[in-house]
Structure formats: structure tokens, C-alpha cells
């Protein structure tokens, strides 16, 4: 009896500590990421995906049917959004493992940041632009064709809901998207690093939740974002869940055969409901139940057709093009290839480059071959900076190279 009062008081302290190290080891990172290699895959299909945005973004153009959207559910802002997911995660996600949360969060709110300024200046230079062109030249429907005209009317406020990226003239939709889901992802990523499952079946009812109650973010002078980003984050998220060990886990589907039929039956599916909403005369061969499902593709909340569809060419492709594939070397595909490397700065001139390429060929030919120079013309230009910023950063890093040579001297 001496001996248990005597050291009663000792065992909830001991329960306490024995939880306390129970709780810790739940939280401790469990995720995985794939090995430092860089997958060329990415960087091809990224850079794939600003050359469709650019392409999809001529208005009115035969360019249109060179993308994606013309032949599916997904396009190149999906294929963006879910490559942002997973590359942001292979980065970051590496250095919060490594270094700790502080200094992996801070490094990714500083590329918020970076993405935020180039925003700014590119907002900044399209509206002057549109604005200066449409005066210019006397072609003021562009202003509205633009949605710019709010900045002739309320000029100060206009600006103002642009900084907080509530206002967004026709095309700049899908960089404040990229800002708002890098900007929540320091604490995602740290979920994720621990409970990768579990975040991503949470993102998945956050989609279902913003699609069944109309979730979204307002925007300015009316509406709301084109892109919800309560929806969109779905693709982010899965991104981040391939790279944290989803990819790795679910590498025995690639060995099923049964699903690469299923996948290649949706994409015909598909293909023929994008068509059909396309071509009024293919219209009537479709069952009005089935057409009223498909037709018209709700981009704006994800249709779920969006998500699947984009799933079944991931898996097709990563099915048919390992990892180490020779042609990922081959010459052709080079300019692709750079492009996905400097996806920033490529994304940014393209979406520049759209307005230019829509006011030349109104104020000139409209013609086929008209059409088809200037979009060759805005993918070499696109490609030029590429290969520009690649140079222009081998250079800076040669250069403190050799400070730091000298400074070791």
C-alpha cells in the first residue's frame, strides 16, 4: 500500500507522456515523394498546355481546333492546374521535409508572391493595351469584347477590385486561380505530408459541397470567378496526391487492361459529345437524356465528365510514355519541352500574345492561312522567351558560381 501511493502520482504523468508521444507519432510525415528525377513528361505536357491556352484563346479563329476543348471534356487549363499540383508538391514538398515548415511555407508564399507581381504586370500591360488599341484604331467593341469597359467608367475602383483579383478582363482567369490555390497550399501541403489520403478524399467533398451549393468567389462588376476555386482546387489537390505517393500506389492500374479500355471509351464518348456541341448537325444524333449531361461543359464548377476525362489521358499516356522514353530527346519535341520549363513566363506572353493575335487578324485577313501564321507566329515567339529564360538563368547561375569561387579565393 506504501509503495502504490508512493508512485500513483507518477502515472498520469506517464499516461500523459505515453499520449503525448502516441499523438506526435500520428502527425510525423508518412507521405513519400517520388525520386529527384526529373520527369522531362512534365515539363513536355506543360508546356503542351500553354500553347493550347494560347491557341484557345483567339476568339473566333479556326486555332481553337488544334486544342484539346475541341475534341474532349478537359483542355489545357485542367492539364495546367493538375501539372501546378504536383510539381508545386515536388518541390515544396521536399523542402518542408527536409527543412522543416517555416522555411518550406515562407518559400512557397514567396513564389505566391512572384506569381501575384507577374500578374500585376501583365494585368497592368493588357488593359493598357486593349485600351490603347480600341481608341487607337477607333475599334471601341473591343473594350467590352475585353470586359474592360468598367475601367472607362469607374477607372480608380476598377484597379482596385483588379489588386484583390475580383476584377479580370477576358482570358486572365487562370493565373488569380493558380495564385489563390498556391496561397492556401502551405497548410495543405502540411495535412498532406501526413494524411495524404484523407486530404484528398477532403478535397473531394469540398468539390462536391461548392458544386451542390453553388460555392464561389464573387467577382467584379458582377458575377463570380470563372474558374471556382472551390472546385478547381480537385485537380491541384490530385496533383499533390500523385506526387506525395499516389502515383506510386496506384502504378498496378497500369498493368489493367480493362481500364485502358474504359478509358479510351469515355474519350470517345467523349469526343463524340464535344463534337456534337460543336456541329449542330451532329446534334441530332445524340439522345437528348444523354446530351442534356454533357451539354453544355460546365468549366466554371468542373463537371465531374471534366475530371474523368482528364484522368483517362493521364493513364493513357503515362501507360503508353515511361519515364525514360527516347523520343522525350528527340528535337521535335525540344521547343514543348522548354516551354513547360519556363511555364511562367511562357503563360504570361501567350496570354498577352492572344489579344494581339485576335486584333491582327480582325484588322487584317481573316483567312485560314491568315489564322494559321499568326498562331505559328505567337508559338515562336512563345518558344524565343523560353529559350531566352533558359539562357538568361544559366548565365545568373554561372555568374554566382563564380562570386562564390571567388569569395571561397
Not at 383 to 390: D, E, K, N, Q, S
Amino acid at each position: 500500500m506504501t509503495d502504490e501511493t508512493i508512485h500513483a502520482p507518477g502515472r498520469p504523468l506517464q499516461v500523459a507522456f505515453l499520449l503525448r508521444r502516441r499523438l506526435w507519432e500520428t502527425i510525423t510525415i508518412r507521405s513519400v515523394l517520388v525520386k529527384q528525377r526529373r520527369d522531362v513528361r512534365l515539363d513536355l505536357f506543360r508546356g503542351l498546355a500553354n500553347w493550347l491556352i494560347f491557341l484557345g484563346h483567339i476568339p473566333d479563329s479556326a486555332l481553337a481546333w488544334f486544342t484539346t476543348r475541341n475534341y474532349g471534356f478537359s483542355d489545357g487549363a485542367d492539364l495546367f492546374v493538375l501539372i501546378s499540383g504536383y510539381t508545386a508538391t515536388f518541390v515544396f514538398g521536399s523542402m518542408m521535409m527536409e527543412r522543416g515548415f517555416v522555411i518550406g511555407a515562407t518559400r512557397l508564399l514567396r513564389r505566391v508572391w512572384q506569381l501575384y507581381v507577374a500578374h500585376l504586370l501583365l494585368f497592368l500591360v493588357y488593359l493598357t493595351a486593349v485600351h490603347y488599341i480600341a481608341h487607337s484604331f477607333d475599334d471601341l467593341h473591343l473594350m467590352d469584347q475585353f470586359n474592360v469597359a468598367p475601367l472607362m467608367n469607374f477607372p480608380v475602383e476598377t484597379l482596385s477590385q483588379g489588386l484583390i483579383l475580383k476584377f479580370k478582363p477576358l482570358n486572365l482567369d487562370v493565373l488569380p486561380l493558380y495564385i489563390v490555390l498556391m496561397a492556401a497550399f502551405p497548410v495543405v501541403l502540411w495535412f498532406m505530408l501526413r494524411w495524404r489520403n484523407a486530404v484528398m478524399i477532403g478535397s473531394l467533398g469540398l468539390y462536391l459541397a461548392a458544386r451542390h451549393y453553388e460555392l464561389n468567389l464573387p467577382s467584379y462588376p458582377a458575377g463570380v470567378w470563372y474558374f471556382n476555386p472551390f472546385a478547381w482546387q480537385l485537380l491541384f489537390v490530385f496533383g499533390a496526391w500523385l506526387a506525395l505517393g499516389g502515383a506510386a500506389a496506384s502504378r498496378w492500374l497500369l498493368s489493367s487492361r480493362t481500364l485502358l479500355v474504359l478509358s479510351s471509351g469515355f474519350l470517345i464518348l467523349a469526343l463524340a459529345m464535344t463534337l456534337a456541341e460543336r456541329i449542330p448537325g451532329l446534334r441530332d444524333y445524340i439522345p437528348e437524356g444523354l446530351a442534356a449531361v454533357f451539354i453544355p461543359n460546365d468549366k466554371t464548377n468542373l463537371g465531374p465528365y471534366r475530371v474523368i476525362h482528364l484522368a483517362s489521358l493521364v493513364f493513357i499516356v503515362v501507360s503508353l510514355i515511361p519515364i525514360d522514353w527516347p523520343g522525350l530527346r528527340s528535337p521535335v519535341l525540344q521547343p514543348l519541352i522548354r516551354c513547360g520549363q519556363q511555364s511562367l513566363s511562357v503563360f504570361c506572353v501567350g496570354l498577352f500574345l492572344s489579344f494581339v493575335a485576335h486584333f491582327v487578324l480582325e484588322s487584317g485577313s481573316e483567312g485560314l492561312w491568315a489564322q494559321l501564321l499568326v498562331g505559328a507566329a505567337g508559338l515562336w515567339i512563345m518558344t524565343i522567351v523560353a529559350y531566352y529564360r533558359t539562357w538568361s538563368k544559366g548565365v545568373d547561375r554561372s555568374q554566382s558560381s563564380e562570386q562564390r569561387g571567388e569569395a571561397g579565393e
